[in-house]
């Protein structure tokens, strides 16, 4: 499609185990970018990629969190060890660069609920 | 500590009216805003953007005011359509380096009545 696609769109997991969410952003795009979004609240920045390069990774709350986009398209963030606290949707977003008119266009997430 | 605030968490317009959502900045780095709508279970939808150099910006029936010194800008909605109610989110970034990412408000839920 033409869009940013996230997979799974629904993740359920045992506190303690490890989750892999994917995304497949816009062809072309350099830009990638992942978010958390809480209930009620707006998404929050986890990491950016420029094509393969981790450039910004401030938003990652703990070391549990790893992002990963190796040949500069798909990228996974996985969450090890994963706790209570990281239930939440994570958006995913690709832009054609980090201009402020260059958009960020949204996946619609992966909803992760941990039990 | 809030960057960005949209202090109504809800919003109820009636259909053919003028809707307008509000949002509030602190930190004076910011140089560009933009306002996402977002559909349960969907992601956030690009809308409209205004440069820190511009006090106005329209596409349609969207237009973004922004009052600099006030730090603050307005998403105008003309007139308002069913398919307008949503939650509206408000973010803003920094082009020149630092953190990467938007920043969000907590959206407003704008609620288009018949």
């Known amino acids: 499609g033409a869009g940013v696609s996230q997979s799974p769109r629904y993740k359920v997991a045992k506190r303690g185990q490890d989750v892999a969410l994917r995304c497949d952003p816009i062809s072309g795009h350099v830009s990638l970018f992942w978010y958390q979004q809480a209930l009620g609240q707006g998404p929050e920045f986890l990491t950016y990629?420029?094509?393969?390069?981790?450039?910004?990774k401030s938003g990652l709350p703990s070391d549990r969190f790893f992002a990963e986009r190796p040949e500069g398209s798909v990228s996974t963030l996985k969450i090890q060890r994963t706790q209570q606290e990281d239930s939440a949707v994570y958006l995913c977003?690709?832009?054609?660069?980090?201009?402020?008119?260059?958009?960020?266009?949204f996946g619609d997430g992966t909803r992760l609920s941990i039990l | 500590d809030q960057q960005v605030k949209q202090n109504s968490p809800s919003l109820s317009v009636q259909e053919g009216r003028i809707s307008i959502l509000n949002c509030d900045y602190t930190?004076?780095?910011?140089?560009?805003f933009l306002w996402y709508k977002k559909y349960p279970a969907e992601g956030p939808t690009f809308l409209i953007s205004i440069s820190s150099i511009k006090d106005k910006n329209e596409d349609g029936r969207f237009t973004v005011f922004l009052n600099k010194s006030a730090k603050h800008l307005s998403l105008h909605i003309v007139p308002s359509q069913p398919g307008d109610s949503a939650v509206y989110f408000c973010?803003?970034?920094?082009?020149?380096?630092?953190?990467?990412?938007?920043?969000f408000g907590k959206g407003t839920h704008l609620i288009i009545q018949p």
């Open positions: 990629f420029q094509n393969e390069a981790q450039l910004d």
């Open positions: 973010a803003a970034m920094y082009s020149g380096g630092g953190a990467d990412g938007l920043t």
């Open positions: 930190n004076s780095m910011f140089d560009y």
């Open positions: 977003a690709s832009s054609l660069g980090r201009r402020g008119n260059q958009p960020q266009h």
